[in-house]
């Protein structure tokens, strides 16, 4: 189950080109397996993600910033990542 807020644009007129202008997410909780359904191609990382970060860019070329996230997988410790990325 995943659970996530967005504020800001999500551009979904045409689907395959989905673009995010300044949305700020607030992920409760992401499980991975979400996207690698959407896309068969995303890795293969196992647990959930939570946190914050700010999308600006195509969803074929997704661009992040102010990301502060933490991903989880059982009984694994905890990654915390911060930063800007491609």
């Given at each position: 189950?995943?659970?996530?807020?967005?504020?800001?644009?999500?551009?979904?007129?045409?689907?395959?080109?989905?673009?995010?202008?300044?949305?700020?997410?607030?992920?409760?909780?992401?499980?991975?397996?979400?996207?690698?359904?959407?896309?068969?191609?995303f890795?293969?990382?196992?647990?959930?993600?939570?946190?914050?970060?700010?999308?600006?860019?195509?969803?074929?070329?997704?661009?992040?910033?102010?990301?502060?996230l933490?991903?989880?997988?059982?009984?694994?410790?905890?990654?915390?990542?911060?930063?800007?990325?491609?």
């Open positions: 189950m995943s659970e996530l807020a967005g504020e800001g644009e999500l551009n979904i007129l045409y689907p395959a080109f989905t673009a995010f202008h300044d949305l700020n997410v607030d992920v409760a909780t992401l499980d991975l397996r979400t996207l690698q359904y959407l896309n068969p191609l890795p293969k990382i196992k647990g959930t993600i939570s946190g914050t970060a700010t999308l600006d860019s195509s969803w074929l070329d997704v661009r992040f910033r102010n990301a502060d933490l991903h989880h997988d059982g009984a694994l410790p905890v990654s915390h990542v911060t930063g800007n990325g491609r």
